[in-house]
């Protein structure tokens, strides 16, 4: 009796150290596994002989890399062509539009984050993983079967080495089926299209900053204009041309131009510590940025709606996670369907017919956001080739005013008038190249990441 006592303490001491190795197993990436009764590699009853519940070596399975681009490299802003110049890094405390996405990806640490995430993943030897699962489901049947020579099956011990046994059948399974190769794929390119989106962030809050300290510069001269007409203003009220309300709403709109222009400071500030956050950067708030590039002729000509589309369609992570949804679908309508008039095959035919209608409706929604922002990219150019002209027309009336101001005909402060009306032409172009850069921007990465947000 004393030494059946020692056998049975033996076998819990092994279950508890199956259980641990289980659940370092699970750590490894599979699914939550379910708790129902074990059984053999072999299909039979746990409580035959170890003997008859080995299990033969697994075969190694191999997974595909995760779909998605390479970062696109580095092109002419002028022509358009490839070019391989090397990084030049940034000076300190600065940075331009080119550097930020490598800069993110060496230093932000979301990205980094996600990148451990997907090195971890891209690290799992399923081959190695699957012959250690075998070997830990042979000990935990040599386990049950020992417990069942002491008389010990249906014991609450024996119930939990059950529930062990399937945990990791379920792993086994999972890699000598493919399901669990095919479900890291997806969780890498998930990952990385996560990475994709912050970097797209980051990229878009340079370009809003860049539009923002555009429209700072425009404030700064309306202020100085406004400063003009005040004191023009005050001159007229004391000789009493004017009374003390016109100066006072005057003054009233000097101080509204400076309380906006303060909040728009206040806000460029506020952007461009989430961009140095983004960077991986001192948080100062003052970092300086370079141009935003230039969208050239080469570049739009490029674009083809429907070859690009094909290459959104193939990136994007949207319709491949609808994809899987629709399969998943479709697994659960073959397994309920039976056939005939019964209420759960009526029940699945609808639920499977529904599911179709949602995964052509996401496809067919992510065509339509896509061919908007091809439209969008060639709205914004007719607007910026429209505000060129009207820059040039702008010239010609400076010009005049020049001309007008020195016979003596207008005033100094009508000639400064003008020179603002010409610098708010020319900040209608720099403003309509920004907004072009943006769009084209959205939908290169559109194009090459499938991102459409």
Not at 59 to 71: I, K, M, R
Not at 151 to 166: P, R, V
Request: charged share 25%.
């Amino acid at each position: 009796m004393h030494k059946k006592w020692i056998a049975l303490m033996l076998a819990l001491l092994l279950v508890v150290s199956l259980c641990a190795v289980s659940a370092l197993a699970e750590e490894a990436g599979s699914d939550d596994p379910t708790e129902t009764a074990g059984e053999t590699l072999d299909g039979e009853a746990a409580s035959e002989s170890p003997e008859d519940g080995e299990i033969e070596g697994a075969e190694e399975s191999e997974t595909s890399s995760p779909a998605g681009p390479d970062p696109a490299p580095a092109t002419d802003p002028e022509t358009g062509d490839l070019i391989d110049t090397g990084y030049v890094p940034d000076a300190v405390g600065s940075v331009t539009f080119e550097n930020v996405e490598r800069r993110m990806r060496e230093s932000n640490l979301q990205v980094l984050s996600l990148q451990e995430s997907v090195d971890m993943l891209e690290s799992i030897d399923y081959a190695d993983l699957q012959e250690d699962l075998r070997k830990q489901l042979n000990q935990i049947a040599k386990g049950q079967w020992y417990m069942v020579l002491m008389g010990q099956s249906g014991t609450l011990a024996y119930e939990q080495m059950d529930q062990a046994y399937e945990a990791v059948r379920e792993q086994f399974d999972a890699i000598k089926d493919g399901d669990m190769q095919e479900d890291n794929t997806s969780s890498m390119r998930q990952l990385k299209n996560l990475q994709d989106q912050i970097i797209m962030a980051g990229e878009t809050t340079y370009v809003a900053l860049a539009a923002m300290e555009l429209q700072e510069a425009s404030l700064q001269r309306q202020l100085a204009a406004m400063n003009r007409t005040v004191e023009e203003m005050e001159l007229r009220h004391q000789l009493g041309q004017i009374s003390s309300l016109q100066l006072s709403q005057t003054k009233a709109g000097q101080a509204s131009l400076a309380s906006g222009l303060a909040t728009l400071q206040m806000n460029i500030r506020t952007y461009k510590n989430q961009l140095e956050m983004l960077l991986g950067a001192d948080m100062t708030g003052a970092i300086q940025m370079g141009a935003v590039p230039t969208v050239t002729e080469k570049q739009i000509a490029s674009m083809d709606v429907e070859a690009d589309l094909q290459a959104a369609k193939e990136q994007s992570y949207e319709l491949l996670a609808a994809s899987n949804t629709l399969s998943d679908e479709r697994e659960s309508f073959e397994d309920n369907y039976g056939g005939g008039d019964s209420l759960t095959s009526r029940q699945a035919k609808h639920t499977w017919q529904a599911a179709q209608y949602t995964y052509n409706n996401t496809v067919q929604d992510y065509e339509r956001r896509f061919q908007a922002l091809y439209d969008q990219v060639n709205d914004y150019r007719q607007i910026w080739e429209a505000s060129k002209v009207s820059l040039e027309t702008q010239k010609l009336s400076y010009a005049s005013s020049e001309l007008q101001y020195q016979q003596g005909t207008i005033s100094h402060n009508t000639l400064l008038d003008a020179a603002d009306d010409l610098s708010d032409a020319e900040e209608a172009v720099q403003s309509a190249a920004i907004d072009l850069f943006s769009a084209y921007n959205t939908y290169c990465w559109a194009v090459q990441h499938g991102i459409l947000n």
